[in-house]
């Protein structure tokens, strides 16, 4: 198989297996095409959360709140 030949056998898997990812990889002086084990992630919505904020009265500082807020106390 040429490597344009794997290309456009990539485009076609890719269209057809939306789960996996498909790649054209070189082997020696022939080229293939391999799935490997990492699919698409869809977006959670969880790295786009604020941090909590701290009530008016909390008598800890900022540099305190952001450690605690971290998970390092």
Do not use: N, Y
Request: without cysteine.
């Amino acid at each position: 198989m040429t490597r344009d030949e794997a290309m456009g056998e990539v485009t076609r898997r890719q269209a057809s297996d939306r789960d996996g990812t498909w790649i054209a990889t070189e082997r020696g002086s022939e080229w293939t095409v391999a799935r490997i084990g990492i699919a698409p992630t869809k977006d959670t919505g969880t790295a786009t959360k604020p941090p909590p904020v701290a009530p008016p009265e909390d008598p800890h500082s900022p540099l305190e709140r952001a450690t605690w807020i971290a998970g390092s106390g």
